[in-house]
């Protein structure tokens, strides 16, 4: 049973670009929505997370959007770069679920081109 | 700081094998995971702990096993390798459970031939 949906599976973004990712989750008790990042041959790595009492977080050139009512949350790259290429995968989770663990989706990989 | 350390890296396995998949963290950290990742399937949990001597089953917990007997240890045992358990598996960390950010280790590419 996959709780949380991401699209698309792969991306090609030419340098500059903006590249969107989309997740959607069915379970309404998450409240808790990571990305993580991973470059090929290491581990993932905690890129950005939004609670759902925003709408919105931006770091640097990474946003997170979240719409409540629709159970979507996106990652937005502004500017993106070659060396956001990457494998992307949003996960989602329950802060006061006691040991729920994280949920993550298929993963996106990103391709930046030149 | 290592942060989470996975050993070994690489291995190959004979079907019907076993071997234990090494995680140790020094962040004091009570969550523990474990995860396998195959082409396009993300990430699925085996097993995790929310503390030394209290684990419990992910989604796909058949045919591994572990043990929590101290905060920093946290292996995986595959008894029978099977075919199917051809993965990369990866351990992670949490301070504060799945709330908070998840350290993960570099990884272990697992082949059973």
């Known amino acids: 049973q996959q709780q949380v949906k991401q699209s698309p599976q792969s991306l090609i973004v030419q340098k500059g670009g903006i590249s969107i990712i989309n997740c959607a989750y069915e379970?309404?008790?998450?409240?808790?929505f990571p990305w993580y990042q991973q470059f090929p041959g290491k581990g993932p790595a905690l890129l950005i997370a939004i609670r759902p009492d925003v709408s919105e977080k931006k770091e640097g050139r990474f946003t997170i959007s979240f719409n409540k009512s629709a159970k979507q949350f996106s990652l937005h790259i502004m500017d993106s770069q070659p060396g956001d290429s990457a494998t992307y995968f949003c996960a989602a989770s329950m802060r006061n679920s006691g040991n729920t663990p994280l949920v993550f989706g298929k993963g996106t990989r990103l391709s930046v081109i030149a | 700081n290592a942060g989470v350390t996975q050993t070994p890296k690489f291995r190959i396995l004979k079907i019907g094998q076993s071997m234990t998949l090494q995680c140790t963290q020094d962040m004091n950290h009570n969550y523990m995971y474990w995860y396998r990742q195959d082409p396009g399937m993300g990430l699925k949990l085996i097993y995790y702990?929310?503390?030394?001597?209290?684990?419990d089953k992910g989604e796909v917990p058949n045919g591994y096993n572990v043990s929590r007997s101290t905060t920093e240890d946290f292996p995986l045992r595959l008894e029978l390798a099977a075919p199917s358990q051809t993965s990369v598996y990866f351990c992670?960390?949490?301070?504060?459970?799945?709330?908070?950010?998840?350290?993960f280790g570099q990884g272990t590419r697992l082949t059973v031939v």
């Open positions: 992670a960390s949490s301070g504060q459970g799945a709330a908070t950010e998840a350290f």
């Open positions: 379970n309404t008790a998450f409240d808790y």
């Open positions: 702990s929310v503390g030394a001597g209290i684990t």
